[in-house]
């Protein structure tokens, strides 16, 4: 049987126990995507804590892919060194740190006078009329952010499978353990899975496995420059909730995912970390329980790779319980992590009382991500 505080392997990585530190989007970083004092020692207090993996926020893998004010950047040479002050920290506390790799899209967060803007932050939003430079899988409006990406060239794509590449290599120059590609979420790769925003007549829309290419890809591209044994993880959604209000055009359903799990594993990844929109999830799962449990458990069926499943885990003793039964490999948490940094210190001392976390979400909406119950 599993334990919560047995050891858990990813390709060459070696986590000291089963919690894995979901990313989080902290919006500390310089407006030019550098690590700050404040974001060294966030990370810093969860490796203290005992929390095994350590999965950073957000990390843009181009100058242009830039999901929000705030976030860390990847995407040129000049990072080479600047993050080994931070994942020497983190190996001095014990715990691995891995590199989220992401390209926001339409999903992103651009201010008024953001140079990526093509027209006014007030103007008409129209599909097919692109009024920012960020690209898309189509020209499709964001119904959250009434952005119009441009639609995505064929080289526009390969230039970014290879921009995710270089930023993993990137990464591992910087002593990070692994990175993870950020499938998941809304943002761009989970958008070109998406029939809601993916309408492409190319080789990268229309069947599932045109939408999963450009992922794909991208995972390709990234194996390609780390090697065969460096951990590379996946974020990716069970499903998304998108339908077009005809309901005509929805989001990616979880047979779909469960296919792009194995194409993905197929073409590099070692590891699926399991995620979705837990805002929709949290209403509907059984109070105490995790949000993805069940997929994730057909996953760990599925797939000869560990599985993590992110999201709604509270009570130790109810992630034992899914560790032995359902066969996943770890669990992701991040707000019972802002609540309680120590949490797994103390949960391994004997303390096994549930994280007092009561899931408000107010911390997702702050800089920093404050707790209320920290205040």
């Known amino acids: 049987m599993t334990s919560l505080f047995d050891e858990m392997r990813i390709g060459t990585l070696t986590a000291r126990n089963r919690i894995v530190r979901s990313a989080t989007a902290e919006s500390l970083a310089t407006p030019a ?13 969860l490796a203290w804590g005992g929390v095994g993996i350590i999965i950073t926020g957000y990390m843009y893998v181009t100058h242009d892919g830039k999901p929000s004010e705030g976030a860390l950047g990847l995407y040129d040479d000049a990072f080479l060194h600047h993050y080994r002050c931070l994942t020497d920290l983190a190996h001095e506390n014990g715990a691995c740190i891995v590199a989220q790799l992401v390209y926001g899209g339409s999903k992103s967060k651009l201010a008024d006078d953001d140079t990526r803007r093509l027209a006014p ?3 008409p939003v129209e599909d097919g009329v692109s009024n920012t430079s960020i ?3 189509s020209a499709i409006a964001h119904p959250r952010t009434g952005l119009v990406p441009t639609e995505a060239s064929t080289e526009d794509l390969h230039a970014l499978a290879q921009a995710f590449g270089q930023a993993a290599l990137r990464a591992r120059a ?3 353990d692994g990175v993870e590609v950020h499938v998941a979420h809304g943002y761009l790769l989970s958008q070109f899975l998406s029939r809601r925003f993916n309408v492409r007549e190319d080789e990268y829309g229309q069947t599932l496995e045109g939408r999963a ?5 991208c995972v390709r591209a990234v194996r390609a420059a780390v090697g065969l044994e ?21 989001g990616l359903g979880e047979d779909e995912s469960a296919q792009v799990a194995a194409w993905l594993v197929a073409a590099g990844a070692n590891c699926v970390d399991v995620s979705g929109d837990w805002h929709a999830a949290s209403k509907d799962a059984p109070a105490g329980e995790p949000y993805f449990a069940g997929f994730g458990a057909w996953l760990a069926r599925e797939l000869d790779v560990p599985i993590i499943v992110t999201g709604g885990w509270r009570d130790p003793r109810t992630i034992e319980s899914h560790l032995a039964s359902d066969g ?10 802002i609540c309680e940094p120590d949490l797994p210190r103390r ?7 549930p994280s007092p976390c009561t899931g408000c979400g107010i911390c997702q909406k702050q800089i920093g991500v404050p707790c209320a119950l920290r205040e």
């Open 135 to 137: 690209l898309g899988a």
């Open 174 to 176: 910087c002593g990070f």
């Open 328 to 337: 996943i490999a770890g669990v992701g948490m991040s707000r019972p992590l």
């Open 33 to 45: 995507g550098c690590l700050t004092p404040e974001l060294l020692g966030l990370y810093g207090q």
């Open 121 to 123: 932050a007030d103007d």
């Open 347 to 353: 949960w391994k001392s004997g303390d096994v009382a």
């Open 230 to 250: 460096w951990p590379v993880l996946v974020k990716l959604n069970a499903c998304d909730d998108w339908d077009d209000p005809a309901g005509t055009r929805g």
């Open 213 to 217: 290419r450009l992922p794909l890809e």
